[in-house]
């Protein structure tokens, strides 16, 4: 984190809520408050942590991308 007032501070967040709000909460009509937040949810949970893409992970998944750093973690404690 960077000083009060640094614009790159927030950058992260922010482009998560675009993204959530883009390619879910604009699509649908909620009926009750409690849908929207288990649609949130899911989004979250379902598909943007386990099947979309993410350009920072070189194009892989968080699942994988976390899959991927805790397998070379245990390959490096296996080997000492």
């Known amino acids: 984190m960077g000083r009060t007032g640094v614009c790159w501070d927030n950058a992260a967040a922010e482009s998560f809520f675009a993204t959530l709000k883009n390619e879910m909460y604009y699509q649908q009509v909620f009926e009750t408050r409690g849908r929207a937040r288990l649609a949130v949810a899911e989004y979250i949970e ?15 998944t968080p699942v994988q991308a976390w899959n991927d750093h ?11």
């Open 46 to 60: 379902v598909f943007y942590n386990r099947r979309r893409r993410h350009s920072a992970l070189s194009y892989r």
């Open 70 to 80: 805790h397998g070379a973690a245990e390959d490096l404690v296996q080997a000492a």
